[in-house]
């Protein structure tokens, strides 16, 4: 196994004058070539932040409107047989402006004086296992044309929008797609559109909303677990589409299925078309404690 560490490019520029908030370039992770599939896992404890899609070759651009005196980072790249593996944690080093964050996500106290946001891009060139991790703040990410084989993302308190904004789908099939939410919430949108096989959402006290309205190319299986949060899942219009649900529930939560989801076996609930075809059907295994499962057609 060839095993080589390489380098972070850190491109913050230094300019006589320059202001904080002007948004410049902060590091760049070239591709090598001899990898055919990139590993990375990306960490930020505050702030809001962007992942969008890339025609660039490099494998990681990240652009910001801090300065070097505002964060702190951790960065290791390191190249095992044929696959890139990057890891990239940014901390806010003002400990009282952190403090300050969350005191305003969870008490509504005052807002921070000024947005402080990452925007980061990736090739549409190689394949990726992406893992994103968020403390508090708000992320953004489209998936929109990049060749995504794994996804995660875990989130504390922060708010999570993902999506495929410009209507590409995943270049390659995925094999699963998995959200984790602690006290935030996750809106993910267009999930046909990923090409996954197993869809992978665990809710602590936050929320978590998966849009599956749209009938998928191949059969996806759904593992969903709620503690005292909500889960939304919305169903596609089409009733040829067909669709099996499996819930363990306890009489202090709450599971409103549609009307067509009528029950077959006890904790078992299918629709018309699943008795016609149900080797392509949505299946969810789903398991709720204090919360709230809600399924519903998208208009």
């Known amino acids: 196994m060839q095993k080589k560490f390489l380098g972070l490019t850190v491109l913050a520029v230094a300019v006589a004058g320059m202001s904080y908030g002007q948004i410049k370039k902060q590091f760049s992770v070239d591709?090598?070539?001899?990898?055919?599939?990139?590993?990375?896992?990306l960490q930020a404890n505050s702030g809001t932040c962007f992942i969008k899609p890339s025609h660039n070759p490099e494998i990681l651009s990240v652009f910001s409107n801090q300065t070097e005196q505002n964060y702190s980072h951790q960065f290791v790249?390191?190249?095992?047989?044929?696959?890139?593996?990057?890891?990239?944690s940014l901390e806010e080093n003002e400990s009282g402006s952190f403090s300050q964050t969350v005191s305003s996500r969870v008490f509504g106290s005052e807002k921070p004086e000024q947005e402080k946001f990452w925007k980061m891009y990736l090739t549409e060139a190689k394949p990726y296992s992406l893992e994103l991790n968020y403390g508090v703040g708000n992320a953004n990410v489209d998936l929109s044309g990049l060749a995504i084989k794994t996804f995660k993302i875990n989130t504390g308190s922060a708010d999570v929008n993902i999506g495929y904004h410009s209507g590409l789908e995943n270049l390659v099939e995925m094999d699963t797609f998995s959200?984790?939410?602690?006290?935030?919430?996750v809106n993910a949108?267009?999930?046909?559109?990923?090409?996954?096989?197993?869809?992978?959402?665990?809710?602590?006290?936050?929320?978590?909303?998966?849009?599956?309205?749209?009938?998928?190319?191949?059969?996806?299986?759904?593992?969903?677990?709620?503690?005292?949060?909500?889960?939304?899942?919305?169903?596609?219009?089409?009733?040829?589409?067909?669709?099996?649900?499996?819930?363990?529930?306890?009489?202090?939560?709450?599971?409103?299925?549609?009307?067509?989801?009528?029950?077959?076996?006890?904790?078992?609930?299918?629709?018309?078309a699943y008795a016609k075809n149900p080797k392509k059907a949505l299946t969810f295994d789903l398991d709720v404690s204090l919360g709230n499962i809600v399924f519903k057609e998208k208009p």
Request: aromatic share 4%.
């Open 31 to 41: 591709d090598a070539p001899s990898c055919n599939k990139i590993k990375l896992k």
């Open 77 to 88: 790249k390191e190249i095992n047989g044929k696959v890139c593996e990057v890891t990239l």
């Open 179 to 185: 959200v984790r939410v602690d006290l935030g919430s």
């Open 189 to 272: 949108k267009n999930l046909s559109l990923a090409r996954t096989k197993y869809v992978v959402a665990n809710v602590g006290f936050g929320n978590v909303m998966l849009d599956l309205s749209t009938a998928p190319e191949v059969a996806n299986h759904i593992k969903g677990s709620v503690g005292a949060g909500n889960l939304v899942i919305l169903l596609p219009s089409d009733d040829s589409v067909p669709v099996l649900v499996h819930v363990k529930d306890s009489w202090l939560c709450s599971v409103e299925l549609t009307d067509d989801l009528k029950e077959t076996a006890p904790n078992t609930y299918a629709n018309a």
